[in-house]
């Protein structure tokens, strides 16, 4: 069974900063090595109903569909299948369990920060696991956004 699983952060960077970070290919290894060592994703162009390739350096991880797409606002990925040596697998069985779920990056504006919140669906039991290296992550993207927005004000 499928949750969805909601954790955010707050940072101190323009929206620009915040998503150049998140899909820039430099920041994005930097920040999803979180998950694995030399994590990194393929697209052609990023935009809605492209496929994006998640990767590790050995090419095996998942595909997925852009499902929305609206710059420095909002970012959906529908999962669809694995990726083995670089080459898409087959819907299967173990599959079949977890295709057509969402993983989804919304920044929000407030006051003194904005406001990164992603949702992801996750099976149940592994709320906990995901939740915590999610947050690693994500106070990872705010260290790399942060440190842009203080490298530009003391230029």
């Known amino acids: 069974m499928m949750n969805r699983l909601e954790v955010s952060i707050d ?29 990194h994703a393929i697209s052609q162009d990023w935009q809605e109903g492209s496929k994006v390739l998640f ?14 797409h609206i710059p420095e606002e909002i970012m959906a ?37 904005n406001t990164l919140i992603v949702e992801i669906d996750v099976f149940e039991g592994q709320q906990d696991s995901t939740k915590t290296v999610f947050l690693k992550a994500l106070e990872r993207v705010k260290q790399l956004a942060e440190a842009q927005t203080t490298a530009t004000n003391s230029q």
Do not use: C
């Open 11 to 39: 940072i101190q960077a323009d929206r620009a900063k915040i998503w150049k970070t998140l899909w820039d290919d430099a920041s994005y290894r930097e920040w999803t090595s979180v998950f694995f060592e030399g994590s």
């Open 55 to 68: 990767l590790t350096p050995e090419q095996n991880g998942m595909y997925a569909i852009i499902e929305r």
């Open 77 to 113: 990925f529908k999962h669809i299948g694995n990726v083995v040596k670089g080459k898409e697998q087959p819907i299967d069985e173990e599959t079949r369990k977890w295709t057509g779920t969402m993983e989804i990056y919304r920044l929000t504006e407030g006051v003194d920060a």
